[in-house]
């Protein structure tokens, strides 16, 4: 049998030639097959013969009746575990052959046109130009970026306007209200206008709360909506297909980030900032294409106020004795001169700001999630190493080992030199690289620490390798004291006081 378009090109050539042969050939078809077609000037629709009888043995009607009936009670039962259960329950008396698999799906298939039960149906929306503004956070993992060699975990906090299919994303660590607070102002901010709803999942505590009369938006969440003039919406429990335009955009902004980056032909950046910028270039690549339309939101949207709302939580809290501070049930590590001062911590989605009264002390990288602790080596090196002992039983003793090099490192030191001696090296090791930077020296500790370098090494061999000087010791001194001297100041202090 051939195709419509075949039967089409076959007359369509015999009209112009009178030649069978040639019309055939240029038609793709067998000289004989175009002779019938053209004897009988039907298509293959009409010619071929209707019949309603099998041509050979039906293969599966040995356990058909069977699944019939284990359909009609389970009809979510899928037809190849259904197959494989029928065959081994009724074994080769039933007559069917293994190779019967895809006739068997198709049998399946057809009953269940015939007699199986209603899908759901979903009705297509007819989307006006700037009412909605639709948001939603994507998993990015799976694009395997990293940052001078180290994998990026991060989510990127999408944005859409499902009329004109105007995006924006930035990147965050988790579902937060700061992440949100912050991919929704930098959203509209680059948008320069606002719609006139804001649509949300209904799944993520950011946005929502657990009320006595179920869930409600999170306080917050509607102050900041309400302060660019939108309203808050959301969508069904576990029905992601009503924020379906942002759920597909999803798919499409990590694919085409996917593309660039295999343009790109590396996916690793020396910093995050240089990453973010990719980012924002891909998007404002995509989005130079919707401007006709977007046009059109322009003229219904409302302007935006002039200031944004802070974009960071603020907190107050002591620095322990352990030179550390409590945020959000991580632990951080700061230098040990705040020991005891009251800061107050401005918490960002990406960063942690410390502040003594109105200076700026330091700001540290937040970590991802609520619980583990993010301990510099930098801010406690120099005291490490005045207490060597404390570093056996640290409790955040891990935190202290930056790089897998660093624990191969210490592994190496202890083995080759004993415990006191090999701990008392990597604090060295730890404070070199305070000086010059784990990433100067990470690869250089590797070398030394692989099978390749079969001696044993000391952190002063790295500092000749590196041409550094070694940091001077504290120097022994000799004293013998002349206790008449002290006799004589004593006793005057006695007749001073009488």
């Not at 046109?113 to 993992?141: C, I, R, S, Y």
């Not at 191969?408 to 090999?422: K, M, N, Q, T």
Request: charged share 25%.
């Amino acid at each position: 049998m051939i195709t419509n378009k075949q039967y089409q090109r076959l007359m369509s050539e015999y009209e112009k030639t009178g030649k069978i042969v040639v019309s055939a050939m240029k038609a793709d078809v067998h000289p004989q097959t175009a002779r019938k077609y053209l004897e009988a000037v039907q298509p293959p629709t009409e010619l071929q013969a209707k019949h309603i009888w099998r041509t050979r043995p039906d293969p599966v009607a040995g356990i058909w009746e069977q699944a019939e009936q284990m359909l009609s009670q389970a009809p979510e039962l899928e037809a190849k575990e259904l197959f494989e259960h029928l065959c081994g329950r009724y074994g080769p008396e039933a007559g069917v052959p293994d190779t019967a698999l895809r006739t068997f799906q198709r049998r399946v298939l057809a009953w269940r046109l015939q007699h199986g039960p209603d899908q759901e149906v979903f009705f297509a929306q007819e989307h006006l130009p700037g009412k909605v503004m639709q948001l939603d956070w994507t998993n990015a993992n799976e694009l395997g970026v990293t940052i001078a060699g180290r994998l990026l975990e991060h989510l990127l906090c999408h944005s859409v306007l499902p009329y004109s299919n105007w995006e924006w994303a930035n990147r965050c660590q988790s579902e937060s209200l700061l992440s949100l607070r912050y991919g929704l102002q930098e959203s509209l901010h680059q948008l320069g206008a606002a719609p006139e709803r804001l649509q949300l999942d209904n799944s993520s505590a950011a946005t929502h709360r657990v009320g006595s009369g179920g869930r409600e938006f999170n306080p917050d969440l509607v102050s900041l909506v309400q302060h660019y003039g939108m309203k808050p919406q959301t969508i069904g429990i576990d029905c992601p297909e009503q924020n379906g335009d942002v759920e597909s955009q999803n798919g499409h902004l990590k694919r085409r980030l996917r593309q660039h980056l295999l343009l790109r032909g590396y996916r690793d950046f020396e910093t995050v900032a240089a990453y973010d910028a990719f980012v924002v270039k891909v998007l404002h690549k995509a989005n130079d294409t919707r401007r006709a339309r977007l046009a059109e939101e322009f003229k219904v949207m409302r302007p935006l106020p002039p200031t944004r709302l802070s974009e960071y939580d603020e907190l107050s809290c002591r620095v322990s004795q352990h030179s550390t501070i409590r945020v959000k049930k991580v632990t951080y590590s700061v230098p040990a001169r705040l020991i005891g001062q009251e800061v107050r911590v401005q918490v960002y989605e990406g960063q942690l700001k410390v502040f003594h009264g109105r200076e700026l002390l330091l700001s540290l990288g937040r970590a991802a999630g609520d619980r583990g602790a993010v301990i510099d080596y930098r801010h406690l090196i120099e005291h490490l190493l005045r207490k060597p002992g404390a570093f056996a039983h640290y409790v955040h003793r891990e935190e202290l080992f930056p790089a897998s090099s660093f624990r191969l490192a210490y592994d190496r030191l202890v083995a080759d030199h004993g415990e006191r001696a090999g701990r008392l090296e990597y604090l060295h090791l730890l404070r070199l690289a305070a000086e010059l930077g784990e990433a100067a020296i990470s690869s250089l500790v590797g070398e030394c620490s692989g099978p390749a370098h079969p001696g044993k090494w000391r952190v002063t061999d790295l500092r000749r390798y590196l041409g550094l000087s070694e940091r001077p010791s504290v120097p022994e001194l000799q004293l013998q004291p002349e206790l008449a001297s002290y006799d004589a100041l004593l006793s005057g202090e006695v007749t001073h006081v009488g």
